[in-house]
């Protein structure tokens, strides 16, 4: 059965991640039309349209909507334009993919979750991190452990990054706040926040320090820090007996991402981006094919796809609460 789909937003990410996923979504499925794509800038949604292979581009993302007509919407817009247009898309029906986050406040996701579920519009939240083959490897990990009674005991997480000196930097930071989520399969319960400001970087650059508990009793570090000196994601996973290691992002020392887990000193699994089945480029190893797969598969089938926008909302009130620089939390 066709699906036929159209895309808002047309800049860096979608360009070097979502436009490659949808080449190889489309190679396995030729259901998959790529009908329309909208940017602000026709150069721009004309140059997305001939590299991935879309039949029409527009600047009017409702004139689009109104045109395409399509069973499926993807929106891969910045968090203050995603609110507005997604509540749209929502109410209209249409399944939508919305980039993270996909908005600034708590009310901004209830006002979300109140139009998709009003009409019954099936959708997913990209958090890409959700949908990385060595990420999922490892919650999968942590999940079989822990089904045989273990118990988890910690979780690190470590964001770095070189030079971005963004006033705001919870657009990105909120990776690693749902990733931990994800991987611990648990809400935040209690935590406290460190910020180690740098003024004579910018206003608002500072690194963030997350101590706490989460629901499950697993405790937490997770440093973020943007003017590191490499750029990297990493986790260490205590769990009686186990101990995971994960880099995500890749260093110059395993630039495809490791994973590895000892059980009392001796490593039971050691693999690589490489050894994932997904695929070795970086829109499949950082989870942009998988989650765009998922997506156009629960439309095809009518399913619901993982990663709604009730599991979105605790990463978005925690994005906020460093916005506002809160020293601690406590959630029921």
């Not at 527009?58 to 919407?73: G, N, Q, R």
């Not at 490897?137 to 690190?156: F, G, N």
């Not at 000193?265 to 981006?273: A, E, F, K, Q």
């Not at 998988?290 to 439309?299: M, S, T």
Request: charged share 25%; glycine share 6%.
């Amino acid at each position: 059965m066709p699906l036929r789909i159209c895309v808002i937003g047309t800049g860096w990410v979608a360009e070097a991640m979502h436009g490659p996923a949808y080449l190889k979504c489309r190679e396995e499925n030729p259901d998959l039309i790529f009908t329309g794509c909208c940017s602000l800038e026709a150069d721009k949604a004309e140059a997305f349209r001939k590299n991935f292979g879309f039949q029409r581009m527009y600047t009017d993302w409702e004139e689009m909507l109104e045109k395409e007509k399509p069973d499926a919407c993807c929106l891969l817009t910045p968090p203050a334009q995603t609110t507005v247009m997604a509540k749209k898309i929502l109410s209209l029906g249409i399944p939508l993919l919305l980039e993270k986050p996909p908005g600034e406040t708590s009310e901004d996701i209830k006002h979300l979750i109140t139009a998709a579920e009003q009409n019954k519009t099936l959708h997913l939240v990209a958090f890409n991190r959700r949908y990385s083959p060595l990420i999922v490897k490892l919650h999968d990990v942590v999940a079989s452990l822990t089904s045989e009674k273990c118990t988890l005991q910690s979780i690190q997480y470590d964001m770095f990054r070189i030079g971005r000196t963004d006033p705001d930097f919870t657009i990105t930071a909120i990776h690693a706040i749902d990733t931990v989520r994800y991987i611990c399969d648990s809400d935040y319960k209690d935590i406290r926040f460190i910020y180690r400001p740098y003024p004579e970087l910018g206003d608002g650059v500072t690194d963030i320090h997350i101590q706490g508990v989460m629901k499950n009793g697993t405790v937490l570090t997770l440093n973020i820090c943007p003017v590191a000196g490499i750029t990297t994601e990493t986790a260490i996973v205590h769990i009686h007996d186990h101990t995971v290691y994960l880099d995500h992002i890749g260093t110059a020392l395993y630039p495809e991402g490791r994973l590895t887990h000892f059980h009392k000193g001796l490593p039971v699994l050691d693999i690589t981006g490489k050894d994932m089945p997904d695929g070795n480029e970086r829109f499949e190893r950082e989870g942009f094919y998988r989650e765009n797969k998922l997506f156009f598969e629960a439309v095809l089938s009518g399913s619901t796809p993982p990663g709604d926008l009730r599991s979105a909302l605790q990463s978005v009130e925690v994005a906020k609460m460093i916005r506002n620089r809160i020293k601690q939390a406590k959630f029921k």
